[in-house]
Structure formats: structure tokens, C-alpha cells
């Protein structure tokens, strides 16, 4: 559970042209998950569910900066 934590602050510390750059590694490595679950050869199936988190929570947290700069 503390990793969670220290991965949201670590995550809250970057700009928003760096969430977007996490966010956008996150699901190169989702594809590369997904492709290597098809042909048999994921042998960590947990990492799927924990990659597809970190996509939310970085989506977030550029979503709630987001909307800290328009207000």
C-alpha cells in the first residue's frame, strides 16, 4: 500500500508534459503486455492489472492539474 502513496506523489511532482509522456510509456508497456499474454509468453500476469492502474492514476492526476490551470 505505501508504494501506491509514493507512486502518487511521485506522479503529483511531474508537469503535465511529463504525465503525458509517463502515461504515454504506460501504454506501450500495456500493448507489449497484451501482445506477449496472446502468444503465451507473459509469465507476471499481475503487472497487467498494476499497468492498467498506473494508467488511471497518471490520467488522472494530469486531469486534475488540468483543470487547476483553467480555474
Keep these: 500500500m505505501s ?3 509514493q507512486r502518487v506523489s511521485d506522479l503529483r ?3 503535465l508534459d511529463l504525465l503525458d509522456e509517463e502515461v504515454l510509456k504506460l501504454k506501450k508497456e ?3 503486455l ?4 496472446a ?5 507476471n500476469t499481475a ?3 498494476v499497468v492498467r492502474r498506473d494508467i488511471a492514476r497518471a490520467k488522472s492526476i494530469a486531469a486534475q492539474k ?3 490551470q483553467q480555474s
Excluded at 34 to 37: G, I, T
Excluded at 39 to 43: K, Y
Design 13 to 15: 511532482a511531474l508537469s
Design 39 to 43: 502468444t503465451g509468453q507473459l509469465e
Design 3 to 5: 508504494t501506491n502513496k
Design 47 to 49: 503487472r497487467v492489472r
Design 34 to 37: 497484451r501482445f506477449q499474454r
Design 30 to 32: 500495456q500493448f507489449n
Design 66 to 68: 488540468r483543470a487547476e
